[in-house]
């Protein structure tokens, strides 16, 4: 069983000057988040583990879509997944999809509309340090066109009633997204693969707030 949870069900804590509901995406939502202008936020959401096929290991993953994304390559994303009264896996990634880095060290990024690239503009400034995203985990884009980064992976071991948190943490540095689009947290089992049609058939949506 594959479950999704929007965008209006997820807390969000960010320091954009405009935060609001987009309605003309694409999206299996009516509304999707728009933070505006943000240079940190963060994302937190939780599920329980009843709600899940027991026995199974899955991953959960942010869904999202950005655009005029820069300087972010010194300040990585802190994701996190964990089981109530269990392990909670954290891991450090890149979620600038268009950030290029090369041996030159000129890092280049692309410019975008919307989640898709429109032309390479490479950064004017000289040689400097090795960005700290360079060899991170980075986002992939899915077939209906949105961004999704695994955020991390778990385990529902049995019947027991258990709430699986889950949370994005992009610190303040000197980047800023001028907009950062979130359709929401997929949580799917690991070891399958579907295509999108048979994904829709399958998944189970969450437009609601959890409590």
């Known amino acids: 069983m594959f479950y999704m949870l929007s965008a209006r069900s997820l807390t969000i804590a960010c320091s954009a000057r405009v935060k ?17 202008n943000v240079s940190r936020f963060e994302i937190r959401g939780t599920i329980n583990s009843l709600s899940l096929s027991p026995n199974t290991h899955y ?37 600038d999809p268009y950030f290029r880095y090369e ?4 890092p280049h990024r692309a410019s975008v509309i919307y989640g898709y690239c429109v032309r390479n503009k490479p950064c004017k400034c000289g040689k400097r340090p ?23 992976k778990f385990f529902t071991s049995s019947l027991e009633d258990k709430v699986v948190r889950m949370s994005v943490i992009q610190k303040k540095g000197d980047g800023k997204m001028e ?11 690991k070891e399958a ?10 998944e189970k949506i969450w437009d609601f707030f959890l409590i």
């Open 20 to 36: 609001k509901w987009n309605t003309k995406l694409n999206s299996r939502f009516p509304k999707v988040a728009e933070l505006c």
């Open 59 to 95: 991953a959960a993953y942010l869904v999202f879509k950005m655009n005029g994304a820069h300087g972010f390559e010194n300040e990585p994303a802190e994701l996190s997944v964990g089981v109530e009264d269990g392990r909670c896996i954290t891991k450090f990634v890149c979620l």
């Open 103 to 106: 041996t030159n060290h000129r």
């Open 130 to 152: 090795t960005p700290k995203v360079v060899g991170l985990q980075r986002p992939s884009v899915r077939s209906d066109g949105w961004f999704e980064i695994e955020m991390g």
């Open 179 to 189: 907009n950062f689009f979130l359709e929401g947290i997929e949580v799917r089992p």
């Open 193 to 202: 693969y579907m295509s999108h049609s048979m994904l829709k058939e399958k």
